[in-house]
């Protein structure tokens, strides 16, 4: 399923969420079919895309646990221009529900694989830690793609997240493969910033995004409207950066 892409870092806000609702919205924009998959019990994809978690008539829980369909547990984000399986607190409980059922670990893949043809690109949105939510989400894809802020700690970060993948890669899915690394929160007049940068540069080189994200109001204010800052406000500097980072990542895709 090589459509199939996790957006993922064991550390937290690095801007994961903001990511996947902003890539699928610009993709969206050209005319691709954009399946958002939310698998973080906080639901935050899923409130971001102006989805009341609350009122969801299925979420991604009763797709892990009780089997219903990926297609019957869609839903429309239709000011964002793409579809969602959402998340809302019953997940909380799924990781326990989960170690007692067969293939635990290929839940997500088998349900996505029913409806993976029918769309461009799906994006998943993980927790910030290596639970078996996310591990299901890594079993799932072909690819993975990171945000990762430009700060001290963000190089060791990586290297525990790369053992993980080569571990996924070794046991659960050989097909798991980096396809990018994107520069979040950047702020080019700070000089940690642009040198991590540098370093991500050196060690990755193409694998890292050419397109950067800047902090912005916009970016930050976006979730609040139930909008990504594309749907909200595509001219504005943070959604022109995605949408660059979009048509990255197509180039990458092909």
Do not use: W
Not at 118 to 141: E, G, K, M, Q, R
């Amino acid at each position: 399923m090589k459509n199939i892409i996790v957006v993922g870092n064991q550390k937290g806000g690095v801007g994961k969420t903001t990511t996947v609702l902003n890539l699928a919205t610009s993709l969206s924009l050209f005319r691709k079919k954009v399946l958002v998959v939310d698998i973080d019990p906080q639901g935050n994809a899923t409130t971001g895309a102006g989805v009341d978690k609350n009122n969801l008539k299925y979420s991604v829980y009763d797709v892990l646990i009780n089997d219903v369909p990926v297609s019957e547990a869609t839903v429309a984000a239709k000011e964002c221009g793409f579809d969602l399986l959402g998340a809302n607190r019953n997940l909380a409980g799924a990781e326990i529900e989960l170690v007692d059922l067969d293939n635990r670990e290929f839940r997500l893949r088998n349900a996505l694989s029913k409806v993976a043809a029918n769309y461009d690109v799906i994006l998943i949105d993980c927790p910030p830690s290596l639970s078996l939510l996310t591990i299901n989400a890594l079993s799932a894809a072909k690819h993975i793609l990171v945000p990762l802020q430009c700060e001290y700690y963000a190089l060791e970060g990586l290297t525990d997240l790369l053992n993980t993948i080569a571990r996924i890669q070794s046991k659960l899915n050989p097909e798991l493969q980096l396809l990018g690394i994107i520069r979040t929160m950047y702020d080019k007049r700070n000089n940690l910033a642009q040198q991590v940068s540098a370093q991500l540069v050196e060690y990755f080189d193409e694998k890292v995004f050419y397109a950067s994200i800047p902090r912005t109001v916009r970016l930050a204010e976006a979730p609040s409207y139930g909008l990504s800052a594309v749907a909200l406000d595509s001219e504005s500097v943070g959604a022109q950066a995605y949408i660059r980072c979009a048509k990255e990542l197509l180039n990458k895709l092909k």
